[in-house]
């Protein structure tokens, strides 16, 4: 009778070892399949998409922060509604380019006295969440290089946004770009996007009649 021959115990355990890095291994090579093949597929974001909108959400922090609410409230009437804030605007800027330089703080553009629709359109979105106001900054921008071609305002009012274009110092109506050179590709290389505190979103079918 032969001998009954023994595993030695180190053996065992080594066997052990590669089974059990074997079903591991198994394991997750099943959850990798499973996240690739059942997670939504990201769309392609086109360069220069996201600096865009982040150097928008950046102004818009700071439109929202509370000291630059407490600063802009201390200029202004408690008493003024939207559209006195029209009035009161062109009574402290003059449209036009102002060679010290870009800004984009309120209350840098009303030291300068200058500014183009961009400058009009921050210093009035301030003025509105400094009063209490909900308001947002919109921007028509070319898809091709994603630079703006025209800012104004949206205003929350009686339970929808409202265009606002504090430039021109015009309420409700939004299809008037139409007649404009670059409002003509509005829905194709032109895109319009509304920017909030945080947040951002596309609303190009506002400003595009074939939407209407």
């Not at 089974?19 to 499973?34: N, T």
């Not at 950046?58 to 929202?64: A, E, I, S």
């Not at 006195?84 to 800027?93: A, I, N, P, V």
Request: proline share 6%; charged share 20%.
């Amino acid at each position: 009778m032969s001998p009954v021959r023994k595993v030695p115990a180190t053996r065992k355990h080594t066997q052990s070892r590669r089974w059990i890095v074997f079903v591991f291994g198994l394991f997750l090579f099943a959850m990798l399949f499973a996240i690739v093949y059942f997670w939504p597929p990201a769309e392609n974001e086109p360069a220069g998409f996201r600096t865009f909108t982040d150097h928008y959400l950046g102004v818009m922090k700071n439109l929202n922060s509370s000291a630059t609410k407490a600063k802009m409230a201390s200029k202004l009437d408690p008493r003024y509604n939207q559209t006195d804030l029209f009035t009161w605007e062109q009574s402290r800027l003059t449209f036009a380019p102002d060679p010290a330089g870009w800004f984009e703080d309120p209350n840098e553009i009303l030291n300068s006295g200058k500014g183009i629709c961009a400058q009009f359109s921050i210093v009035y979105v301030s003025s509105c969440l400094a009063l209490g106001y909900q308001s947002r900054l919109v921007v028509a921008t070319n898809t091709t290089n994603w630079n703006f071609i025209h800012v104004w305002a949206e205003d929350y009012f009686n339970g929808s946004w409202v265009h606002t274009d504090p430039s021109d110092k015009v309420w409700n109506n939004p299809l008037r770009y139409q007649s404009w050179d670059w409002g003509k590709r509005i829905g194709s290389d032109v895109r319009i996007y509304a920017f909030e505190d945080g947040a951002f979103e596309e609303v190009t079918s506002s400003y595009d009649p074939r939407s209407s």
